[in-house]
Each structure stands twice: as C-alpha cells, then as structure tokens.
C-alpha cells in the first residue's frame, strides 16, 4: 500500500459526458502527479501540481483540467469524452519536487468510455 | 528528455539473480537513474535510484556504468512475485521538471 488512494476504482460511462477522479495523496506529499496508461500509448504524465499550483503540464488534452485543493487533494476533470479516452489514470504523489525524489502511485482509475 | 533502451523482455528461473540492462548513452550530468516496477494491474512502484555510485536497498540493487551510459538493475533472487514491467527513467534534478518519463520497460516472468 503506496499511501496514495483514487477513487474510484472503475468508471463506465458514454461518449459525451464528463468524470472525476479523486486522488488524496500521502501524508505530508506536497506534489501530485497525473497519468494515463493507454495500451496504445503506454505510460503518459498528464499534469503535475505542488502545494495548490500547477507546476508543470505534459500531454493533457484541453478536454482535460486538473485542480489541488487546499487539504492537497487533486481532481482530474475528464469532459466531452472520446472512445479514446479509455484508459487507466494513475495519481502519484512525493514529498516535494526533485529528480531525485521518489513518487508513489495509486492503485489507478480504470475508465471505460462506451 | 534523455532516452533510454531496454530490452522489450526476459524470463529468469525463480531464486536465481536478474540483471536487467537499461541504455542512456545521452544522460547528461544531472541526470538521476530511477527504475520502477509495475506489477500486473497495479500502479508502478518505486525501486531504486542513482546519480553516480552503485546502490542497494531491500529491493535490489543498482550498477552504474563509471561512463554513465548505461546501468543494471539486479534483483539477487528473483520471487513470482518479481514478475513486472522494469521502467529505467532518467531524471533531471531541477525544479519544474519532475514529471516521469516511462518508456516501453522489460517485461520480466520469472519461470517457477
């Protein structure tokens, strides 16, 4: 167990509509980390975020936002979706930033879009 | 972000030694070596990571090339439970460039 929880574990829903995902990092982690696992496209960092603000963004689609509240949760806002989207979102969280910090990472959100 | 080259799989005999090679023949100086793991339908879990110097914790242990180009990562008895995907990721040690770069990984099966 990393420490790190998402919820929820699986997520059906259509095209069109929109999902959250709920990452609450571990205890004392500042920085929470975004990513989508894709059979097509592998392992992708989404969006990272530290102590409230947005600090850095990879390959997330503009469909796509993410927020880190003041109690260090985060959300990943999933709108308009595609068949595409079909994924697993990983959340990691560490202390701070630093390439040399570890991150720990979730049991993932399995979504499904029909 | 500097690339690395691992091989797409190997299978190892249970209770016998992995040596799982990572390539990163562009690694810059600032570069952290990280290996995470990612056990079937789990997320990915951290190993080990180095700068310069060999490593080891209660996972396993790690050998950087003196060049740095390339490194292994070594599980000295390989369990079922050992069965993975190995991601070697390069890291740069500055502020705003944290994320995790995966590539493709090792599949590791461990044969019983």
């Known amino acids: 167990d990393s420490g790190v929880t998402q919820t929820p574990k699986h997520l059906i829903t259509a095209t069109g509509q929109r999902v959250t995902l709920r990452c609450s990092p571990r205890s004392g982690d500042l920085s929470v980390y975004w990513y989508q696992q894709s059979l097509d496209q592998g392992l992708q960092f989404l969006i990272q975020?530290?102590?409230?603000?947005?600090?850095a963004k990879g390959n997330i689609l503009e469909r796509f936002s993410a927020q880190q509240f003041p109690d260090l949760h985060s959300e990943l806002n999933l709108s308009s979706l595609e068949l595409g989207d079909s994924a697993l979102y990983f959340c990691?969280?560490?202390?701070?930033?630093?390439?040399?910090?570890?991150?720990?990472f979730g049991p993932g959100t399995r979504l499904l879009v029909l | 972000d500097a690339k690395t080259t691992q091989p797409n799989s190997m299978e190892s005999n249970e209770e016998e030694p992995v040596h799982l090679p990572c390539n990163h023949s562009t690694i810059s100086g600032t570069d952290y070596i990280h290996w995470y793991r990612q056990l079937p339908s789990q997320g990915p879990e951290y190993v080990i990571h180095?700068?310069?110097s060999n490593v080891n914790n209660r996972m396993a242990s790690l050998a950087i090339a003196e060049d740095r180009k390339s490194s292994t990562l070594i599980l000295h008895r390989a369990t079922l439970r050992d069965a993975a995907v190995y991601y070697c990721?390069?890291?740069?040690?500055?502020?705003?460039?944290?994320?995790?770069?995966f590539g493709t990984g090792t599949r590791l099966t461990i044969i019983p």
């Open positions: 990721i390069l890291r740069i040690s500055n502020f705003g460039n944290e994320k995790l770069t």
């Open positions: 180095g700068l310069t």
């Open positions: 990691a969280s560490s202390v701070d930033p630093g390439g040399g910090e570890t991150q720990y």
């Open positions: 975020y530290y102590n409230g603000e947005e600090r």
